[in-house]
């Protein structure tokens, strides 16, 4: 069965440190990926999606980037944090191929980010 | 992705009152799915409706796809305290799948 981990659980960072958040899914592969981005009692933002190694597409400008160095595995980075870059962040995966084109997001545990 | 508006953003109800929350978009939808995210928690996929005026049950959870598909519902009888939680609807299309999720609905029961 496919499963999805997210890193670290929960972080507190000072403003203008980096971050580094790790995701990977297993059991499938060349899995769809994606970053959500929530912030406390908001809905959930797109930040990046990848349709395989290497390829990522932004849908936010920001202070933000993600990397896809491996099929299953996703990470979003920053060089310098800042206090809005506070929140739930969501890893998910969705497999290709379904009938229709689309299927549901399988979602991570999350990451609580706290910068301060 | 396709924009979906969803009401209301939360609803108080007494333990054992129904519950409903709307998800709209201006545009055709080619699907919607809902999510439940419980405090604390990540999202959880419900269902998926496709079909124009589509109905589908998952015990006292009733969800509908309008005849347009330009909006849909998801509606508990009796509520119930483990129905706690923020429901989320989504939306997208194409191949790589771009979903689009509403602000999402957060349901407090009160017992």
């Known amino acids: 069965s496919q499963t999805i981990h997210q890193w670290p659980a929960t972080l507190v960072q000072p403003v203008g440190s980096p971050l580094s958040l790790e995701c990977t899914v297993e059991g499938t592969s060349n899995p769809n990926l994606y970053w959500y981005r929530q912030a406390a009692g908001r809905g959930l933002q797109l930040l990046f999606y990848s349709v395989g190694i290497g390829q990522i597409s932004s849908e936010v400008p920001q202070n933000l980037s993600a990397s896809r160095p491996q099929d299953r595995q996703f990470i979003l980075s920053s060089k310098k944090l800042l206090l809005s870059d506070s929140g739930f962040y969501l890893c998910?995966?969705?497999?290709?191929?379904?009938?229709?084109?689309?299927?549901?997001?399988?979602f991570g545990e999350g990451s609580r980010l706290t910068v301060l | 992705g396709q924009q979906v508006m969803q009401i209301p953003q939360y609803q108080h109800v007494q333990e054992g009152e129904d519950f409903t929350t709307y998800c709209n978009s201006s545009?055709?939808?080619?699907?919607i799915q809902w999510y439940k995210q419980r405090p604390g928690g990540h999202p959880v996929f419900l269902i998926q409706?496709?079909?124009?005026?589509e109905v589908k049950k998952q015990k006292r959870l009733t969800f509908q796809f309008g005849e347009a598909k330009k909006n849909s519902s998801l509606h508990i009888t009796a509520t119930q305290t483990t129905d706690v939680g923020t429901y989320f609807c989504?939306?997208?299309?194409?191949?790589?799948?771009?979903?689009?999720f509403g602000r999402g609905t957060s349901l407090i029961v009160h017992p």
């Open positions: 998910a995966w969705r497999g290709k191929g379904l009938a229709g084109g689309s299927g549901e997001l399988f």
């Open positions: 989504a939306s997208g299309a194409g191949g790589s799948y771009i979903p689009t």
């Open positions: 409706l496709v079909k124009s005026g």
């Open positions: 545009t055709t939808l080619s699907n």
